[in-house]
Nanobody, 126 residues
Framework: QVQLQESGGGSVQSGGSLRLSCAASGYTASRYCMGWFRQGLGSEREGVAT??????THVADSVKGRFTISRDNANTLSLQMNSLKPEDTAMYYC?????????????????????WGQGTQVTVSS
């Protein structure tokens, strides 16, 4: 049974940093595309960053240069968030695909990710 559990959210001031982690179980996460998505209050969920099975990463333009996605090990995904802004306030979700996506991983299409964590809240105050 595939399970994803996020941690590391919290409240920080503008300009601060947070590191989110996602612990995957029930499969070998490093073999497949994984990603981070977020949903702010009253907003649609949006893709933040993805990492493919070959290690290639893609980040949304809104967080480029500030957020970094990485794998700590075969079953742990991380999102290092620096220079946080109030507009980064959202619930952050870890998502996983158990299909080979290839270059589609960078598209951050929610439909390609059938497995989701419960989310972790990030709040950035000005």
């Amino acid at each position: 049974q595939v399970q994803l559990q996020e941690s590391g959210g919290g409240s920080v001031q503008s300009g601060g940093s947070l590191r989110l982690s996602c612990a995957a179980s029930g499969y070998t996460a490093s073999r497949y595309c994984m990603g981070w998505f977020r949903q702010g209050l009253g907003s649609e969920r949006e893709g933040v960053a993805t990492i493919a099975s070959d290690g290639r990463t893609h980040v949304a333009d809104s967080v480029k240069g500030r957020f970094t996605i990485s794998r700590d090990n075969a079953n742990t995904l991380s999102l290092q968030m620096n220079s946080l802004k109030p507009e980064d306030t959202a619930m952050y979700y870890c998502a996983a695909s158990l299909s080979y996506l290839g270059s589609r991983c960078r598209n951050m299409n929610e439909g390609d990710f059938p497995y989701w964590g419960q989310g972790t809240q990030v709040t950035v105050s000005s």
